[in-house]
C-alpha cells in the first residue's frame, strides 16, 4: 500500500446480513474500494452456528485484507427490539476478532457516520448510500443497504480518526458538508463525544 | 468421568463480571462442583479488550475442564438498559468459543433456572444461592452470586437436558416441587417452549 495509506474494516453488525466493507483511505480522503461482502446466516441453526458462520467469514476477510483498524457500528439498547440481541452478539464476536488480532476498534453512531458520509446526520439509507459510491467513483451503489453502510462506517472511522487527516490538519479537500462537520467535531470534543470515539 | 455423568458449562455472562460454573450431574440428578470461577475485566478497558479478556478465561475454562454442553443465560432485550450490550456481546462470544468446540449450546431464561433449581420461577437471588450450595453439598453460598447464578445454569441445562435423566424418565428422588416442575414442562412441550430449549 502507498505510504500514508489507512486501509479500514468497516462492519454493520447482523446476524442474517453482516455487511463487511474494507476501503484504503488516503491522506487527501481520497478512499478506494478493497471489497466488500455481506455475510449471511440461516435464520434455522442455531444460534452459536450462526455465530460461527459470521465469524469464519469476519476472520476469512481480515486474513485476506489485513485492515489496520474495525469500525463497528454503535449498538444502542434503545434500538430494534426484534434484532437488537442478535447484533450486540455478532459485534461481540467482531469486536474479539480484532482484539485478538490487536486491531484498534472504533465505534460510531448511525448518525455520526451519515453527517461523515453526507454531510447530515438525518440522512436517508438512499442518501448515504448514493454518497459512498460517489466517494469510491463506483457506478453502482453497493447493495443491500448492509454492503454501503459496511462501506460508509469505514470510510468515516478513516475520515474521523484522523487516520487520513490530522485533527488539526487544514480542510483542504473538504466539502463544504464536511467542513461543517470537522468544526462541530472540533467543537464538541470538550462534550466528551469525540474523546470517546477516539480511545 | 463415571459412565452417564453429564458435566456442564454454566456462564451467567457480563462484561464487569462473567460467573462460570462447571457441575458434574449424574443419571441420578446427583450434582458435584468441579470449579466456578467469576472472571472480571476493568471496567476502563476498551471494549474489544474486556471482551477479549473474559473470552481467554472462558477459553481456560473449556480447556480444563472439557464440559459436554454449555448453558447460558438467556437475556431478554427489555432487561435492564445499562448493562444488556455487554451482557449480550458476553453471550455472543462464550457462544462463538462453544461453537468452535462443537459444545452444544442451550439458553435458559432466569425464571427457568429458578424454577428448576428452587421449584419457584420467581425465587430470590439468596433462595437460588442456598438451592444451589445444598444441591452441591457445598458448607457456604458460592459468592458473588454470578458464581451461584453460573452453576444454577449449569444444574438446570443437566436437569432439564435429559442429560442426566430422559424426559420420560421416572421422577425418582426429585424433590415434590421438582416433579411439579417436570410435569409442568412436559405438558408445555406442544407450545414449543421446550423444544425450543432442547434444540
Same mark, same amino acid.
Given at each position: 500500500m502507498p505510504?500514508?495509506v489507512?486501509?479500514?474494516l468497516?462492519i454493520?453488525?447482523?446476524?442474517?446480513?453482516?455487511?463487511?466493507?474494507?476501503?484504503?483511505?488516503?491522506?487527501?480522503r481520497?478512499a478506494?474500494?478493497?471489497?466488500?461482502?455481506?455475510?449471511?446466516s &440461516?435464520p434455522?441453526? &442455531?444460534?452459536?452456528?450462526?455465530l460461527?458462520?459470521?465469524?469464519?467469514?469476519?476472520?476469512?476477510i481480515l486474513?485476506e485484507?489485513?485492515?489496520?483498524?474495525v469500525?463497528l457500528?454503535?449498538?444502542f439498547a434503545?434500538?430494534?427490539?426484534?434484532?437488537?440481541m442478535g447484533?450486540?452478539?455478532?459485534?461481540?464476536?467482531?469486536?474479539l476478532?480484532a482484539?485478538r488480532?490487536?486491531?484498534?476498534?472504533?465505534?460510531?453512531t448511525?448518525?455520526e457516520?451519515?453527517?461523515?458520509?453526507t454531510?447530515?446526520g438525518r440522512?436517508?439509507?438512499?442518501q448515504?448510500g448514493?454518497m459512498?459510491?460517489?466517494?469510491?467513483?463506483?457506478?453502482d451503489?453497493p447493495?443491500?443497504a448492509?454492503?454501503?453502510?459496511?462501506?460508509?462506517?469505514?470510510?468515516c472511522?478513516?475520515?474521523?480518526?484522523?487516520?487520513?487527516?490530522?485533527p488539526?490538519g487544514?480542510?483542504?479537500g473538504?466539502?463544504?458538508?464536511?467542513?461543517a462537520?470537522?468544526?462541530a467535531?472540533r467543537?464538541?470534543?470538550?462534550s466528551?463525544?469525540?474523546r470517546?470515539?477516539k480511545?
Amino acid at each position: 500500500m502507498p505510504r500514508g495509506v489507512v486501509r479500514v474494516l468497516g462492519i454493520d453488525p447482523g446476524l442474517t446480513r453482516c455487511g463487511v466493507g474494507i476501503v484504503d483511505v488516503s491522506p487527501d480522503r481520497t478512499a478506494r474500494l478493497v471489497d466488500v461482502i455481506v455475510l449471511r446466516s &440461516a435464520p434455522d441453526l &442455531a444460534i452459536e452456528k450462526r455465530l460461527a458462520r459470521i465469524a469464519d467469514g469476519i476472520e476469512a476477510i481480515l486474513e485476506e485484507h489485513r485492515p489496520q483498524a474495525v469500525a463497528l457500528e454503535r449498538v444502542f439498547a434503545r434500538s430494534d427490539v426484534s434484532t437488537i440481541m442478535g447484533t450486540a452478539q455478532i459485534s461481540g464476536v467482531a469486536m474479539l476478532l480484532a482484539a485478538r488480532r490487536a486491531l484498534p476498534v472504533a465505534l460510531h453512531t448511525p448518525s455520526e457516520v451519515k453527517a461523515a458520509i453526507t454531510g447530515y446526520g438525518r440522512a436517508d439509507k438512499k442518501q448515504v448510500g448514493a454518497m459512498v459510491a460517489r466517494i469510491l467513483g463506483l457506478d453502482d451503489v453497493p447493495k443491500p443497504a448492509d454492503a454501503a453502510d459496511a462501506l460508509a462506517l469505514a470510510i468515516c472511522h478513516a475520515w474521523r480518526s484522523g487516520g487520513a487527516t490530522s485533527p488539526d490538519g487544514d480542510d483542504a479537500g473538504l466539502t463544504p458538508a464536511q467542513k461543517a462537520w470537522r468544526a462541530a467535531e472540533r467543537a464538541s470534543t470538550v462534550s466528551g463525544a469525540a474523546r470517546r470515539l477516539k480511545r
